[in-house]
């Protein structure tokens, strides 16, 4: 029985790029973009490209979202002045 | 791949893509920033165990490396989120003293 697993996966990608863009939170589009990430790195993983796989979990699902986090934390919603 | 193995492989994709589904609805409809950070971590481990499953139903060892850095990475977006909301609450939790002392 074969599976269409990258078609259902990609199914949840798009939902959660959607749901990404059109939530008002800053650090709620950081972790649904970290999300996107890890379910990229399985699509990637299914389709057969182990290296853009590996190179997708350390930097995109590991790296980038503290970098948003950080961003996020650093800035604010208005300005000083 | 014998039919017993087969079985079981089908079902752990079953079981992990309705695992998938209820994540991502907890997080895109999470009231809070908790549920969400929760829901993060659930998709990065339920990630893991997915091409470890493909893994077992493929035949393909390379795959199993993916496995290893995602578990070795997974953390630290929570542990970023952590510190956040940990530094985010004491700030909130300053103004209110403040706020009290002066009144």
């Known amino acids: 029985m074969h599976w269409p697993i990258d078609m259902i996966v990609l199914t949840f990608v798009i939902f959660c790029a959607i749901a990404a863009i059109t939530v008002r939170d800053l650090l709620a589009t950081a972790i649904l973009f970290g999300a996107y990430s890890f379910m ?18 350390s930097v995109g699902a590991g790296v980038s979202t503290v970098f948003f986090v950080a961003a996020v934390f650093r800035t604010s919603r208005r300005t000083k002045d | 791949m014998d039919d017993f193995l087969s079985l079981a492989v089908n079902i752990a994709y079953i079981g992990l893509l309705i695992s998938f589904l209820s994540a991502i609805v907890r997080m895109v409809l999470g009231p809070t920033h908790a549920d969400r950070v929760l829901a993060l971590d659930l ?6 165990s997915f091409i470890a499953t493909y893994t077992i139903s493929s035949g393909q060892t390379a795959f199993l490396d993916i ?18 909301m940990k530094t985010r609450l004491a700030q909130t939790h300053n103004q209110k003293e403040d706020e009290s002392w002066k009144s």
């Open chain 2, 43 to 48: 998709i990065g481990f339920v990630t893991i």
């Open chain 1, 40 to 57: 990229m790195c399985l699509l990637w993983a299914v389709m057969g490209a182990v290296d853009v796989a590996f190179t997708e979990a």
């Open chain 2, 67 to 84: 496995a290893i850095t995602l578990a070795l990475v997974a953390f630290l977006g929570t542990v970023a989120f952590v510190k956040f």
